[in-house]
């Protein structure tokens, strides 16, 4: 893996970035390209490329932090009425930059962004068929190494 990405000279301090916050394993900043005013990134210090990569404990510090700036954003002069948390796990995804990050996202109504559902409902036996395919997959996953824990999943 090449480690270099523009997050990692953010991270070793290189390139310019709007702190919000930092901590030894979490860093979140200013996104220079918005989706709506005062959208955050935040990342990882260590790199990973995707999720497959990032170990659990730091993705699960990921949303942990995201949950307070999204309290923090609707406090501040931000004066958000919502928040979208979005990770892009990809190229297809849409990711562009190879670390991962997690994008925390103000809302306010007629901001212009969103997400678009199918116009109509699949037939529940096709949902049944791929909870069942991906219920499968859980299986062969690695488990959460730091806590020892397979999670607790939906088996019927």
Not at 125 to 149: E, F, H, K, N
């Amino acid at each position: 893996m090449d480690p270099y990405t523009i997050f990692a000279d953010i991270v070793a301090g290189r390139a310019p970035s709007s702190k919000v916050y930092e901590d030894d394993d979490v860093l979140a900043f200013m996104d220079i390209r918005p989706m709506t005013p005062g959208h955050l990134l935040v990342i990882p210090k260590v790199p990973a490329r995707s999720l497959a990569e990032l170990d659990p404990v730091i993705g699960g510090k990921l949303f942990q932090v995201a949950q307070r700036l999204a309290a923090a954003l609707r406090q501040s002069e931000v004066r958000c009425d919502g928040v979208n948390l979005f990770l892009a796990d990809g190229v297809t995804a849409g990711q562009e930059v190879f670390h991962v990050h997690l994008h925390v996202i103000p809302r306010t109504p007629g901001d212009g962004f969103g997400l678009r559902h199918r116009a109509t409902t699949p037939p529940r036996a096709d949902l049944d068929y791929l909870a069942a395919s991906i219920r499968g997959a859980v299986g062969r996953t690695r488990p959460d190494a730091a806590s020892g824990q397979d999670g607790k999943w939906w088996l019927t």
